[in-house]
């Protein structure tokens, strides 16, 4: 029983050993995308490469959020020609990964919102894959009605908030850098 709780306790240093440490993060919104950046002399790792903060800013800002109609996923021809632009970045970009994050207005419940938003993170997916993108450059998350642009009010005013939005994933020296908000 001794002999099982040294190789319990000394499995359980390795493993805590061997865990890096955590880098600070600092989230950064410009417009209709935010970035996770890590400080390194100016210099972020982006997929496989580094890059400098003005080539990463240039990345931010070319990214465009996109809408959807109520209680839909499909995407709509402004939304087709923005994520044409969007995808002719990511192909540009083969190391740059993206998370989309898809959103929902206050209307239906919370299960109900967070599986709309699911399903329009899948359509810009899909619609980028089409266009060349990696799978590989792509994360998809849903946070429903959790980060609204604008307040509970009426279906017509409530439209930003039914959309999908773009996260540059920005990683560290050996780990990557995670919340966006």
């Known amino acids: 029983m001794l002999k ?34 890590t400080a390194n002399d100016g210099l972020q790792t982006v997929g496989d490469s580094t890059i400098t903060q003005r080539e990463l800013d240039e990345l931010r800002d070319n990214f465009e ?9 499909t995407l709509e021809e402004p939304s087709r020609e923005i994520l044409k632009t969007n ?6 970009h083969p190391d740059v990964r993206v998370r989309v994050e898809g959103h929902a207005d206050h209307w239906g419940s919370d299960i109900y919102n967070l599986a709309l938003g699911q399903r329009r993170a899948y359509s810009v997916t899909k619609y980028l894959t089409d266009l060349g993108v990696l799978t590989s450059q792509l994360e998809v998350i849903s946070y429903g009605e959790e980060r609204p ?7 017509e005013t409530e439209a930003p908030n039914r959309r999908a ?17």
């Open 4 to 37: 099982f709780k040294l190789i319990f306790v000394v499995a359980a240093a390795t493993l805590l050993m061997g865990c890096p440490p955590k880098q600070p993060n600092s989230a950064t919104t410009s417009g209709d995308l935010t970035t996770d950046t």
């Open 65 to 73: 959020r996109v809408h959807f109609d109520f209680d839909s996923a």
């Open 87 to 92: 995808a002719e970045i990511l192909v540009r």
């Open 149 to 155: 642009l604008v307040g509970d009010s009426d279906r």
């Open 165 to 181: 939005e773009f996260l540059v994933i920005v990683s560290g020296e050996a780990n990557e850098v995670g919340s966006s908000y």
